[in-house]
């Protein structure tokens, strides 16, 4: 496969943050498919993450078609930078403590919002 996922992350990404030079990406392909290793301006994580991991999750899906076209399973890696806010309180910016889309689960609580289908939040703005 062409690079052409590296490619489209780097244009998506760029369009994301503040500090487009400061972006780099490193691809590796092995069995188990393609990797994308994002770095990133710490000040720019936010943006590339979105609120509870949404912005990220996106992003991969969306290289997951990218990938799909290309007969290829691409994932992504965003590497935590050093001095960011997780590497602060886990003392350190190995990879475990590294943004990788696994701690989703971690953030559901019980006073969290009941999530509802698209078709449940068209019948609720139909009442109003």
Known sequence: MTEKDQEFLEFVVKGLVDNPDDVKIVRTVDEMGVLLMLDLNADDM????GRSGNTAKAIR???RVVGMKHNARVNLKINEPAGGMRSAEAGGGSAATGWDGSHAAEVATSSSPVMKTVDQAMEDLGNF
């Open 46 to 49: 936010g943006k590339v993450i």
């Open 61 to 63: 899906t969306l290289l």
